[in-house]
T-cell receptor, first 113, second 112 residues
Framework: NAGVMQNPRHLVRRRGQEARLRCSPMKGHSHVYWYRQLPEEGLKFMVYLQKENIIDESGMPKERFSAEFPKEGPSILRIQQVVRGDSAAYFC???????????FGPGTRLTVL | SQQGEEDPQALSIQEGENATMNCSYKTSINNLQWYRQNSGRGLVHLILIRSNEREKHSGRLRVTLDTSKKSSSLLITASRAADTASYFCATATNFGNEKLTFGTGTRLTIIP
């Protein structure tokens, strides 16, 4: 994962609670992508952020999901009022400006009870 | 709809044999990338091939790209037990936005 950090690695929430997932890209990588992987499926793009800006959120569900990448600190993917269908692995990936290879973090596995 | 579809969905071979996986996609691309995912783990980037390239090598990996057929193949030579994993192709279509569209993956099992 070339230094991309995600935490927590595992997160258990009850229906209706909030889930907050963090991604710390490698130094110098100012572009962050979030993906979701349901069991036995490939990854699906959710949102693309650069520092303080959302560039593409075409893969984000319209409600309950939000993402940010502040000037200081990690990128946050927030899921409000979680439902069982939100159970999945959430991966972030980063890349350096001007390049095209994304480096993935180890993922956060969210389980909604 | 899926941009990438891998074929086969599952493949089992004997250690030492070669493994070939195929990927098809639907729209024009800037590049195509192959990733490996071990069970329950993150993705490891294997190789990237750009739309103006036809073949690329990296160690025991060989990737081909045929843009006229919108397809790519990943060949792993002299397979090892440690190659057991799921393999995904992913395509990027927009300059300036490298979001990836992933296929459904091929689950490769190497039998010792």
């Amino acid at each position: 994962n070339a230094g991309v950090m995600q935490n927590p690695r595992h997160l258990v929430r009850r229906r209706g609670q909030e889930a907050r997932l963090r991604c710390s890209p490698m130094k110098g990588h100012s572009h962050v992508y979030w993906y979701r992987q349901l069991p036995e499926e490939g990854l699906k793009f959710m949102v693309y952020l650069q520092k303080e800006n959302i560039i593409d959120e075409s893969g984000m569900p319209k409600e309950r999901f939000s993402a940010e990448f502040p000037k200081e600190g990690p990128s946050i993917l927030r899921i409000q009022q979680v439902v069982r269908g939100d159970s999945a692995a959430y991966f972030c990936a980063c890349l350096r400006s001007g390049t095209d290879t994304q480096y993935f973090g180890p993922g956060t596995r969210l389980t909604v009870l | 709809s899926q941009q990438g579809e891998e074929d086969p969905q599952a493949l089992s071979i004997q250690e030492g044999e070669n493994a070939t996986m195929n990927c098809s996609y639907k729209t024009s691309i800037n590049n195509l990338q192959w990733y490996r995912q071990n069970s329950g783990r993150g993705l490891v980037h294997l190789i990237l091939i750009r739309s103006n390239e036809r073949e690329k090598h990296s160690g025991r990996l060989r990737v081909t790209l045929d843009t006229s057929k919108k397809s790519s193949s990943l060949l792993i030579t002299a397979s090892r037990a440690a190659d057991t994993a799921s393999y995904f192709c992913a395509t990027a279509t927009n300059f300036g936005n490298e979001k990836l569209t992933f296929g459904t993956g091929t689950r490769l099992t190497i039998i010792p």
